[in-house]
């Protein structure tokens, strides 16, 4: 039997037999992406693809082999795909950006809506981005901010995304989808919930406690320990603070900000009630404008994908080879179409880097749906 280094020796000289080959192919593919620029071709051909992959399976023996090989030239093929979006991008084909850039949002005069009601979270957050004097208003439902928005009845909305104890606001993401409105902006606030009641309840008079969900979750530990107690579910923790003052029942109680309890002259019966005492939300600020600030850092993007073993993997792919750091991902199921989800990818850039395009370019070429919902 040969011995180990006489082994490694034929490897090494077989490995420098691919590596010469692979040079060779990406060579070629730089060719074929000349001739897709010249002609108007689409850079990825599904069906060329699919026959190669047959073509280089039927010429292996084993099944092993076989899987080998599949994936070997699923990432061989991926590269070059890579290669000519980014000659693409070099060759200026890329069309014209849909979105235009911005030195500043102008939010001087603009209306601002929020969902909820005086002293919702928010109105907090709408207020931390615009500024004390903003000219803002407040709608009952997020589905009536992105309205508001649509419409043109107001210029922002400032609505929450992710909170750090209770994680995504799934419906959010789903109005992203459904509503033709851009992210540009996003701003995180602390989130610390109190128990208010009406001005002579006291904390024994207690037995329903109303809030927004999420806020109940964030508050379960305090909750929980007053087992007694019916927990509530309504729209809003501000509208949470307005029920109790509207119903003028000592036995009932808000989970609300301290904001919202003085807006609504309640008494605050405990103080920071939430389980975790650094619970924050990110909320983001929507327009119907496709604009972006020059200086944005962040992109979201949402595609829907094949129902193939392998498809995410492949579009991931996209930021590693164009070096973009992703910093988040989401699933939602696609409604209509059980066990189908739908991508939602947060990643560092600005729609105006080669860097970025050249990802955006394959990422729409390769899933389903693609959309820029904003860079911010
Ligand atoms: C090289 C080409 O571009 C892409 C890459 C392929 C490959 O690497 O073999 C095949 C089809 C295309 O998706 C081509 O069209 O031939």
Known sequence: MASL????DQLDAVDDQIV?????????????????????KKVFDRNRENQKLQDVESKVSTEFNKKGVHELYEQLMSMSRKLQYQQLVQAGAL?????????????GNARIVFPGTEGAYSQAATVHYFGENCNCFYVQTFRDAMEA????????AV??????????????????????????????????????????????????VYSKGVALLQASGFLNAHSDWQQ?????????????????????????SAYAAKAHGLKVLAEKINDDPDNCTRFIVVTNQKIFLEDAGKISICFELPHTSGSLYHLLSHFIYNDLNMTRIESRPIKGRNWEYRFFIDFEGNLADA??????????????????????
């Open 232 to 256: 509530i579910s309504v729209a809003n923790t501000a509208i949470a603070a307005q029920k109790i003052l509207d119903d003028q029942d000592k036995s009932q109680a808000a989970v609300c």
């Open 95 to 107: 069309g014209r950006l849909p979105f235009i850039s911005v030195p500043s949002l102008h939010a």
């Open 5 to 8: 280094t006489e082994l490694r």
């Open 20 to 40: 010469r080959l692979f040079e060779k192919r990406m060579d070629l593919c730089g060719q074929v992406g000349e001739y897709k620029i010249q002609n108007g």
């Open 149 to 156: 928005i649509e419409e043109g009845a107001a210029d922002f």
């Open 159 to 208: 609505l929450p995304i992710e909170n750090s104890t209770a994680g995504s606001v799934d419906e959010m993401y789903d109005l992203l989808v459904e509503f033709e409105n851009y992210i540009v902006g996003e701003t995180i606030i602390p989130i610390e919930h109190t128990l208010a009641g009406l001005a002579d309840a006291e904390l024994s008079d207690i037995r329903k």
């Open 355 to 376: 860097a970025v395009k050249n990802a955006i370019r394959g990422l729409r070429e390769e899933s389903r749906s693609l959309r820029i919902l904003g860079n911010y």
